[in-house]
């Protein structure tokens, strides 16, 4: 019997064809609460062309009429919470374990920003950087946070500053504790709301181009040979 929260396969959004994937970067596109797959998806045609982007839709639907679908629910006292977010970003992990791909970014917006740092969380070693747009890092220690500490993957953070959806106490979790475990750019946009400006897509192209010079770096350094001991 099939798991009735986890990833639908049939909804998932490739930007290539799997032909045309291999040898190729992935960057993982997670949306937000009461949105669906198609959304990030049209960012694709404004960011580097290199990487393959898939976009991936929410396990979960939110209560009616809340529309689309969503990674962990935001009503009641648990709503939020780290136990929840991490219960999504598992569902997120499962799914790309079964994918044949190797370089994998993330990035999200607003809830998906959330299961975007929470994935990388859980397993730093397997996401080269993560992207969270609008988001924030949920509250609360995992014992892969010391991990990830060592590992220092590059982050972007950006976020309005007339966002009023994400709760403060959240941004403020975020802002502190975020430098501390990953290597953290990003960007306070002047009057924005909860939304991705033109100005965040540019400075997210170049963002990307950067994670590009560095997957590239880090292939020409695994083709050079040992040096012999001869």
């Known amino acids: 019997m099939s798991n009735p929260v986890a990833i639908d396969a049939d909804s998932v959004l490739w930007s290539a064809p799997a032909e045309a994937r291999a040898g190729r970067p992935v960057v993982v596109l997670l949306h937000g609460y009461g949105s669906d797959e198609r959304d990030l998806f049209g960012l694709v045609p404004h960011l580097p062309d290199e990487f393959v982007y898939v976009a991936v839709r929410a396990p979960l639907t939110p209560p009616w009429p809340a529309p689309g679908y969503s990674w962990y629910p935001i009503e009641g006292l648990d709503g939020r919470s780290g136990e929840s977010v991490t219960a999504g970003a598992e569902k997120l992990l499962a799914?790309?374990?079964?994918?044949?791909?190797?370089?994998?970014?993330?990035?999200?917006?607003?809830?998906?920003?959330?299961?975007?740092?929470?994935?990388?969380?859980?397993?730093?070693?397997?996401?080269?950087?993560?992207?969270?747009?609008?988001?924030?890092?949920?509250?609360?220690?995992?014992?892969?946070?010391?991990?990830?500490?060592?590992?220092?993957?590059?982050?972007?953070?950006?976020?309005g500053t007339h966002d009023e959806v994400i709760p403060a106490p959240l941004i403020e979790h975020t802002t502190a504790w975020l430098p501390g475990v990953v290597e953290l750019s990003g960007r306070v946009y002047n009057g924005l709301g909860h939304?991705?400006?033109?100005?965040?897509?540019?400075?997210?192209?170049?963002?990307?181009?950067?994670?590009?010079?560095?997957?590239?770096?880090?292939?020409?350094?695994?083709?050079?040979?040992?040096?012999?001991?001869?």
């Open 95 to 159: 799914w790309l374990d079964e994918q044949d791909i190797g370089d994998v970014g993330v990035l999200g917006f607003s809830q998906g920003g959330a299961i975007a740092l929470q994935s990388m969380r859980l397993r730093p070693e397997r996401f080269a950087f993560a992207i969270n747009l609008s988001g924030y890092a949920a509250a609360g220690e995992l014992p892969t946070d010391a991990a990830l500490a060592k590992r220092r993957p590059p982050v972007f953070w950006g976020r």
């Open 195 to 230: 939304a991705v400006s033109q100005e965040e897509m540019i400075d997210l192209g170049v963002f990307l181009r950067k994670r590009l010079d560095d997957i590239r770096d880090a292939d020409t350094a695994a083709e050079v040979p040992e040096p012999s001991a001869e």
